[in-house]
């Protein structure tokens, strides 16, 4: 979202904020965007619990396998940081059309390829259309949404992905020994094409890049859209004509107190995405290599996903009763008991599926703390831009998380030596963000 979208957020009634009320075209702007996140889930997570037919079937080691786990993750900082930018050019709705186009023919491509090269490329792209819906779906959120439902709106969307995994996990696990791994691809490429479909008849473009942009048919569209949320197009299109891009970029990111804190950010959302793509990547396939069947080794996937989304719940809860630094620092504290527990005993099916939740709370909660810290920290013209850098930048972690962890077990670490070695990252990731001031009142 841009400086104009947050002033708009910020500005007074009458030119003010996006109605203070929930109109359908909110709801149905929103109610998309969640299940644009629910499909990056099962796009992103698929691979992780079809891994181990993949390394039964191709035989490949585990520096082979943290690859194919790693790829993606270089492609979502492309998209998040070079093309979910073109937004702001071509509109967020043909980007995300766009993205998802991308992200259906690498998926359906994906189910036919014979090497681990290709499947490596086609898991970087999924990866740049991912990033880039990920970074555009929730600028359209937070823009359609009333302006003081807005963090809800952003959370919403959010608790999309862990929901998208859990049905994808459950899914997977039902029909994978019957179909193999190459049909749980194919048919998640078919549904992002499904939902293009969606997009291209039911989603409206930016209400603000149509006003900034400025064109007579856009004026006439916005207009249109300006009418369904119940504002003053008037007063918003005098609005945009005011408002200039001399707050926006790294420059002002950068300036005085806040370049503290975003080199803070960076470097404990780093930490924090190195834990939490070496456990969504590894987690199945290191609960077969410990003696479960994978029909329970993908359930304890899909458990640890199911108290992800608790853990982004809680966090919320906990947010607005205690600084979130705290918050932060608590959630990735106990993610170290929950971690050592679950490398480092063999339990029955029910306990390790207990306990596999308990690491998605606690990891999960704090991380997506991160994005709640960074929007107190930064102002409204900067936030948007301060939290998209930020998700781009760290994903250097995400990168390494899943790429480490295969080096670590192909040297022979044992499953619990490999899980202390990510509890020292969720320990830095939580004293790190101590360190990262917050406002005493957060700015609107």
């Given at each position: 979202m841009t400086s104009i979208d947050a002033r708009q957020d910020a500005a007074p009634a009458g030119g003010g904020p996006l109605a203070e009320t929930w109109t359908p075209i909110r709801i149905l702007v929103v109610?998309?965007?969640?299940?644009?996140?629910?499909?990056?889930?099962a796009d992103m997570l698929i691979i992780a619990f079809v891994a181990p037919v993949i390394s039964n079937d191709w035989g490949l080691r585990p520096e082979a396998l943290g690859a194919v786990f790693a790829a993606s993750l270089p492609g979502m900082a492309v998209g998040c940081v070079?093309?979910?930018?073109?937004?702001?050019?071509?509109?967020?709705?043909?980007?995300?059309?766009g993205a998802l186009g991308l992200v259906a023919i690498a998926m359906i491509v994906s189910g036919f390829v014979e090497t681990i090269r290709d499947l490596i490329i086609l898991r970087f792209?999924?990866?740049?259309?991912?990033?880039?819906i990920g970074v555009t779906m929730t600028s359209m959120a937070t823009e359609f949404a009333p302006a003081r439902h807005s963090s809800f709106a952003a959370g919403l969307v959010q608790a999309g992905w862990p929901v998208g995994s859990i049905i994808t996990a459950f899914v997977t696990a039902l029909v994978i020994e019957q179909t193999g791994w190459r049909p749980p691809l194919i048919s998640i490429g078919v549904l992002c094409l499904v939902l293009l479909a969606v997009v291209f008849v039911l989603l409206p473009e930016s209400f603000s890049f149509l006003l900034r942009r400025g064109r007579d048919g856009d004026l006439v569209k916005a207009r249109g859209i300006a009418s369904r949320l119940g504002v003053d197009f008037e007063a918003r299109l005098a609005l945009a004509a005011k408002t200039g891009p001399e707050r926006r970029g790294l420059r002002f990111l950068m300036a005085g107190d806040r370049l503290k804190n975003t080199l803070l950010l960076w470097l404990a959302a780093s930490f924090g995405y190195f834990v939490l793509y070496f456990l969504i990547s590894w987690i199945p396939k290191l609960a077969v290599d410990s003696g479960l069947p994978i029909e329970d080794a993908i359930y304890a996937g899909a458990t640890y996903n199911f108290g992800?989304?608790?853990?982004?719940?809680?966090?919320?809860?906990?947010?607005?009763?205690?600084?979130?630094?705290?918050?932060?620092?608590s959630l990735f504290s106990a993610s170290i008991f929950a971690m050592l527990v679950f490398g480092g005993t063999s339990l029955p099916v029910l306990p390790t599926l207990i306990i596999a939740a308990c690491v998605g709370i606690t990891v999960q909660g704090g991380f997506n703390g991160f994005w709640a810290l960074a929007a107190k920290v930064y102002p409204p013209e900067l936030r948007s831009t301060g939290i998209g850098l930020a998700l781009g930048v760290s994903r250097i972690g995400a990168f390494l998380g899943p790429l480490v962890g295969?080096?670590?077990?192909?040297?022979g670490l044992?499953?619990?030596?490999?899980?202390?070695?990510?509890c020292v990252a969720a320990f830095i990731a939580g004293m790190t963000a101590l360190f990262i001031q917050e406002p005493a009142v957060q700015e609107n």
């Open positions: 109610s998309l965007c969640f299940v644009l996140n629910m499909l990056d889930g070079f093309v979910a930018p073109l937004g702001d050019r071509f509109g967020r709705r043909n980007l995300i059309m792209l999924v990866g740049v259309g991912v990033g880039t992800a989304f608790l853990g982004t719940a809680m966090m919320g809860w906990l947010a607005i009763r205690f600084r979130v630094s705290r918050v932060i620092a295969g080096f670590l077990l192909g040297a044992s499953i619990f030596q490999l899980f202390a070695v990510f």
